[in-house]
């Protein structure tokens, strides 16, 4: 399984960017995918999830109402729609599949729980 992480760059505060993150090796129907994020210095943080066999997503507390996750199985890809970014956004953003599809019930945001890791992408959000 491999997962690619895109669409990063740097925005100024009130900007939006689309993250993309595209599976290969694998369909993407039976999976969860999370996106993560981590600040170099910080622990890994949850940001969004999905799950593959009802659609259900789950937020942090901190990017509800401005960030919008949604997938794409004919594509392999899941996108995390980022608006109303805040320079407390800047990081670089990972994705992650769970093959279980449970995202873990409540403990969607533990990163060790999720089964593979691809690269990430940065985001900036800077005036």
């Known amino acids: 399984v491999q997962l690619q992480a895109s669409g990063g760059g740097l925005v100024q505060p009130g900007g939006s960017l689309r993250l993309s993150c595209t599976v290969s090796g694998v369909t993407l129907d039976n999976y969860a995918i999370g996106w993560f994020r981590q600040v170099l210095g910080k622990e890994r943080e949850g940001v969004s999830c999905?799950?593959?066999?009802?659609?259900?997503?789950y937020y942090a507390d901190s990017v509800k109402g401005r960030f919008t996750i949604s997938r794409d199985n004919a594509k392999n890809t899941v996108y995390l729609q980022m608006n109303s970014l805040k320079p407390e956004d800047s990081a670089v953003y990972s994705c992650a599949t769970d093959r279980s599809d449970s995202v873990f019930g409540s403990r969607w945001f533990i990163p060790y729980l999720w089964d593979n890791w691809g690269r990430g992408t940065l985001v900036t959000v800077s005036s």
């Open positions: 999905i799950r593959s066999s009802d659609g259900s997503t």
